[in-house]
Each structure stands twice: as structure tokens, then as C-alpha cells.
């Protein structure tokens, strides 16, 4: 039996590159507005004296920024391993 | 004495080459962090610099070797690497002049495979080669990051749109400078990857260095430092298409693009599909402003970038070939390369002098 020839194109590296863009862009950029969000509404809430919501969009800004911060580091981790 | 007097031609065009890719892709990093005022521009190049250089350091691991299964590798001599070379540097310069972004890869590709076709036949160019790592990559880039960016900014109106404008555009503006630094870490890494890998060719083929010999480090620094002046030099003219020709955006939109952008070059490289910086950062550019309204992207440049995307590898070829026939017309010795440099330093010179006296160049103060 002939084995296969090497594809032209490799399309399960397209289509893992395809998903892992939309899940790293689109993670990425909706949890650095989720963090602008928490960041915005704290004070809002602080000012108005709702500590305990005020909390609630510290720990949303607080989770969001370091979601960002990993995202960062795996980036560089990808650079040097390749 | 001749080879090496070829040897150190074919170093200094390829720094040269190192040179115009910083110049020439500054915008992919820059542009929309200068359009949105998220960093000033002279501040914007010397941070793109810095990470260029440093980004160079981060992989060592020579594996973008020049054209690598597109044309055959056992047939590549230094005089076709220096007609790649030429048609890659003449096809940078002349997309900056009209200022289009451009790949500098694809131009480097199509450079070297114009002088093998010449030199060896056809039988020298793979063409799977052409269709698995030029054609599909092309299409695949600009297309990907369009759709990413576009459905990013949705995301990000949908989650910001009720908060006062002025701190969601000081919060995205600080993101795009650690997005903006991201991408140029990566041009750094990919990009000076490129012109270690012809150099370091180029000492192996001369018998300077074994075939499983490591990169030299005066090659690792030389090209990091090329490609981050280049970066500093700041090519202008393509800045001021891809920061505000195309469309004009917000700190969310140019947030959106910069993050899409260096999620899919970063997804690529995870996962070996290498994709161009420039095809993936301007898709990503249409896409953040297709997403808000359409008629936003103005679709004429768009248009013409596209057409300079899909000139730039027969143009680069014809360059590269008619460069290597030239060098071939002085025989195979030094002589050929030495006139070729001459004429274009010429060439750049006229071009130069003709833009000065025509004025208003466009700098990071005018432009």
C-alpha cells in the first residue's frame, strides 16, 4: 500500500490556529473590557456607599486584569518555547 | 578571496533587508497606538524598537530558513539569496513610497524564488510550496483576524457602552500599550529570525561554519540591531495608511485590532502555521471598523492594499530574477553583486533626493 502523500496545506494546524485566535482574541479583549468595566463601576459604587456590589466589581477587575496579565505571559511563553 | 568578498555583499544586503523589514512593518506595531493617541509617535517607535531588539533575543532556534520548502534548498547559492534579497529590499521601498503595507516575508519569498527560478529552472520551485505557505497563509490571515476583531469590538461595545466615554478610552488606551508591546516582541522574534537564518545559510555555504553549527552571536545582534533602527526610522508613509487611512478609530477599536492581531500571529505561531504580521494586523484594522458601520472602512485603500498584497510575490520575483540575470552577466565571481549594490544605492539616493525636493515628507512631527 502507497502511504499518503503530505498534504499541500496542513488544515488541522489551520483549524487550530483558527480557534485558538478566536478564543485568545476574543477572551482577551472581552476580559480587559470586563476589567475597564469593574474598574469603572467600583468607584461609582464605593461613592455611593454599596460596599458590598462595590466589592463584587473589585473581584470582577481584579479577575479580569489578571485573566489579561496570563494571557501576556503565556504570549511571551509561546515566543520563547517555539 | 572572491567568495568571501560574495560572503560579506550578501551579509551587508541582508541587514539591509533586516533594515527595511523594521522600517516597513513599524506600522503593524505602531500605527493604531499612534492614530488613537495612546502613545505619542516618537515614543511609540522607540518602544517598538526596544521590544523589536529584545524580541530577537527571546528564540534562537533558526527554523524560518529562507523560503524552506518553497524553492529547493540544495540548489540556493549566495548569488540567489542576494537576488532575493534585492527584490525583496526594491518591492519594501517601493510599497513604502505608495505607502502600503506589504509582508516583507512574501516579498523575500517571491524575491528568492524569481532568482532560483532563473537560475535553476523550474524544477528549483516547489509549487506546493507556494500554495501550503504563500496562497493559503494570505488568504487565511486578513480574513481570520477580520472576523476576530470585528466580533472583539462588538464584545467590547456591548460590555463598555454604557460608561463614561473619557476612562473607557484611558483604559484602552493603557491596553494598547501593553498590546502594542506584545506585537512587537513577536515582529522582533519572528521577523530578525528571518535575516539570522540567511546570514547564517550564508556562512555554511561559504565553509565559514559547520552545517549543525549554532547562530553566531554577532549575527543574533547584528540583526536585532538592524531591524530595530529600522523600527525607529519609522516608516511614515505606511503608519499614516494603516493608523488612519483605512479607518478612523477609536482607543477601542485600535485596542480590539492590536489584541485580535497579536492573538492570531500568536495562535499561528503555537500552532506552525506561520501567518504575515502585515496581513494579519490590517485585516484586524478593517475588521474593528467593518464591525462598527461598514461604510467606516474606507474601501478603496483597503482595495489597493489588497492588490499590493497579491503584486508583491511576482514582483518580488520579477525583481529577484532580473537582479540574479544581471549578477550572472559579470560571470559568478564578486563583480555582478557589487554593480547591482551600487545601482541601487543609487537608486535610493535618486528617490531620496527627489522626495526631499518635492517636500513635505511625511515624520513622526508632520505626519
Known sequence: MTPLADPVVDWSAVLEVIWSSLLGGIGVTAAFSLGILGASRVFVHRREGNVAVAGAYGLLMALAFVAVGAAVVFGIVVMTSK | ?367
Open chain 2, 1 to 367: 578571496m572572491d567568495n568571501d568578498l560574495i560572503l560579506i555583499i550578501v551579509v551587508v544586503t541582508a541587514l539591509a533587508f533586516d533594515f527595511t523589514n523594521g522600517f516597513h512593518d513599524t506600522a503593524n506595531v505602531v500605527a493604531t497606538s499612534i492614530s488613537t493617541r495612546a502613545m505619542g509617535p516618537r515614543i511609540a517607535v522607540t518602544y517598538a524598537a526596544i521590544l523589536n531588539f529584545v524580541g530577537a533575543f527571546l528564540s534562537l532556534e533558526v527554523a524560518a530558513t529562507i523560503a524552506k520548502g518553497i524553492v529547493d534548498a540544495d540548489l540556493v547559492t549566495p548569488l540567489i539569496v542576494f537576488g532575493g534579497l534585492i527584490g525583496a529590499i526594491s518591492w519594501n521601498l517601493i510599497t513604502w513610497y505608495f505607502g502600503l503595507p506589504s509582508s516583507s516575508s512574501h516579498a523575500l519569498i517571491g524575491g528568492v524564488v524569481g532568482a532560483t527560478f532563473v537560475a535553476q529552472g523550474p524544477e528549483g520551485v516547489l509549487g506546493e510550496g507556494l500554495i501550503g505557505k504563500v496562497a493559503v497563509p494570505a488568504l487565511v490571515a486578513p480574513t481570520l483576524a477580520f472576523v476576530v476583531a470585528g466580533l472583539a469590538i462588538l464584545l467590547i461595545y456591548r460590555i463598555v457602552g454604557r460608561l463614561r466615554p473619557g476612562s473607557v478610552t484611558r483604559g484602552f488606551k493603557a491596553g494598547q500599550i501593553v498590546s502594542g508591546g506584545l506585537l512587537a516582541l513577536a515582529h522582533g522574534t519572528n521577523d530578525a529570525q528571518k535575516t539570522m537564518g540567511v546570514i547564517t545559510l550564508a556562512l555554511i555555504a561559504n565553509g565559514n561554519l559547520s552545517g549543525d553549527a549554532e547562530t553566531p552571536f554577532w549575527v543574533v545582534v547584528s540583526a536585532a540591531t538592524a531591524i530595530a533602527l529600522g523600527t525607529y526610522m519609522g516608516g511614515w508613509r505606511i503608519i499614516k495608511t494603516m493608523g488612519s487611512r483605512i479607518i478612523k478609530m477609536d482607543a477601542a477599536q485600535g485596542f480590539a485590532a492590536q489584541g485580535s492581531g497579536a492573538a492570531v500571529i500568536l495562535a499561528s505561531t503555537h500552532g506552525g502555521f506561520p501567518l504575515s504580521t502585515t496581513h494579519t494586523i490590517s485585516g484586524a484594522v478593517m475588521g474593528a471598523g467593518a464591525a462598527k458601520r461598514l461604510s467606516a472602512v474606507r474601501w478603496g485603500v483597503a482595495g489597493n492594499i489588497v492588490v499590493a498584497w497579491v503584486l508583491t510575490l511576482p514582483a518580488a520575483a520579477l525583481i529577484g530574477a532580473g537582479t540574479y540575470g544581471i549578477t550572472r552577466f559579470f560571470g559568478t565571481g564578486a563583480a555582478g553583486p557589487l554593480v547591482v549594490s551600487l545601482l541601487i544605492l543609487l537608486a535610493a539616493a535618486a528617490v531620496f533626493v527627489r522626495r526631499v525636493q518635492r517636500g513635505s515628507p511625511i515624520t513622526a512631527v508632520g505626519g
